[in-house]
C-alpha cells in the first residue's frame, strides 16, 4: 500500500448548525475515514464533536479481534517511522481491520511471531479511552516493552509518580502510579498511546511534566489511530524538541487537519422508559483462576468519599507490567475464558468492559468464540439522538460500578440486539453497586446477564 500524498477532503454534517471539514494527508494503508471513525456531539463546552472510534470497542461494539490488531497496526507503524522497519504484514492486518476476514488467523500468527523491540521502551495509554489500545500495541511486542497506562483512580498509599492534566476533557487529572521512579529514571524512550490528537496539548504536558523531572529522558513518540493537529500545534511540538533538547516522533494511522463550521443546538434529550423486566442475572467469581501474587491490594476512594477496599489486577497495567508479565497473564485471560464461555446460551453476545478495564475482558471476549462483541462503559457524556443519520441513537447512564458518586454511560445498544450480555468487573464491593447498571440495560430487552467479577 502507498502512502496518501495529495489531500482527500471530506465534510461531515454531524447535527443541526454543527459542520466539520475533514482534510487528509497522510493514509498509509489506504483507510475509508468511516472504517476508522464516525462522528458525534459531545455534552462538553469545551469541545462540542466527538470522533466516535469504530475499532475500539469503546462507544460503539465491535468484535474484539479488531482493537487488537488496531493495537498491532499501530506497532508496525511505530517500527517503520520510527526504526525503519516495516512488517511485511501490516498490509494484511490493515485489509482484516477493513473487512473483518481472516482476523483470527493473523491474531495468532502475531502471537506466535511478535515484533521485534529494538530497545528497551516504555508504553504510556490515556485513561480512560486509550487504555486498552496502549495495552494492544505494547503487547504486540516480543521482548524490551514495558506498560503503564495513567488513570482516574485515587489510589490511597500510593503517590502518583506523574499527575497532568487533559483540560478538554470532562474529568481532566491523569495519574500514574509506577511502583517507584525506577520506571522513568532511565534513558529509555517514551511511547505515548492515545486514540485520537486534536491539538496534542495532553501529549505535551506530560512530556513536560516527564521531562522537568526526569531530564534524561530524550527520545518520546506520540502514537494515535488520528492525529488531527493544526500547523500551529504541529510547530508547538517542534519548539519543545528545541526548549527541552528533546526528540518527539508521531505515529499515526490518518494524519490530517480538520476545521468546524458552528456550534450544535441541542435539544432536551428524549428518555427511555425502564420497562419491568424479569433478568436473569449470574454471578461469576474468577479470583480463585489467579494468583493472589496477580492482585495489588490497595484501596481507592471513591468519588463519594467511600472507600473500595477490592484490589487491583497486577495485569490491567495501571501499576506497570513487563512482556514477560503480559505473556503469563494471557494464560489467565484463556483458562477465565474457558470458564466463562460455558454460560454462554446464545448466538450472539456481548462483553462489557468497565471504564479504565477495558484490555482483559477484550482479550478474554477474543478467546470466548464466534459471535461474541466486545464494548465498554465510558465516562464520556455523548449527546444521543434518534435521527438515522447520527451516530450515537441511543444512551445508558448510571451509577459507575466500580467507583460511586461518578455517572457512567453506555451506547449504541439496541433492544433485542444481543442474546446475552457479559459485564466484567475488576473490582466490584458489592452486588448492590452494580444495580444501577443492571437496571439501565433492561431498556435493552435482553433479560440474560452474566456479571464477571475479577476480584
Known sequence: MKTTTSSIKQTYHIIDHLQINIEVFQNPYNFELNELFQMATRINKKRSFLFVSTVLGKHLAVPPQIPLLAGNLLAMRYMEVVHGYKDP?????????????????????????????????????????????????????QTNGTYINTTRENVEELSSVISFEEEHSHATSHRVYASGKELFDNEQE???????????????NIIQTIQEQFPMKKRFTVISILDWRSEENRERFR?????????????????????????????EETKETVPELEQDITFLHTSALIEEADFIQVASV????????????KATGRFSITLEDYYKSVEDQKKIADYVKQYRKGQKTLVLGTGEFMYIPMRIASFMGEGVYFHSTTRSPVYHSAADSYTVQNKFSFDSPENPGVTNYLYNIQPYQYDEIFIFIERMTSKTSIASLLHDLKKTFIDKITVVTMA
Do not use: W
Open 89 to 141: 504484514r501490516c498490509e494484511a492486518v490493515a485489509k482484516a481491520i477493513q473487512t473483518e476476514e481472516h482476523m483470527l488467523e493473523l491474531l495468532d500468527d502475531l502471537v506466535r511471531n511478535p515484533i521485534p523491540l529494538p530497545s528497551p521502551t516504555t508504553f504510556i495509554g490515556f485513561a480512560e479511552t486509550a487504555t486498552a489500545l496502549g495495552h494492544a500495541v505494547f503487547s504486540s511486542f
Open 239 to 267: 519548539q519543545l524538541e528545541k526548549e527541552l533538547d528533546i526528540t518527539i516522533h508521531s505515529v499515526s494511522l490518518v494524519d490530517g487537519q480538520f476545521t468546524t463550521i458552528g456550534e450544535p443546538v441541542l435539544q
Open 190 to 204: 517514551i511511547v505515548l498511546v492515545d486514540d485520537e490528537i486534536t491539538t496534542g496539548k495532553t501529549a505535551i
Open 302 to 313: 471513591n468519588e463519594d468519599g467511600t472507600r473500595n477496599t477490592s484490589p487491583y489486577l
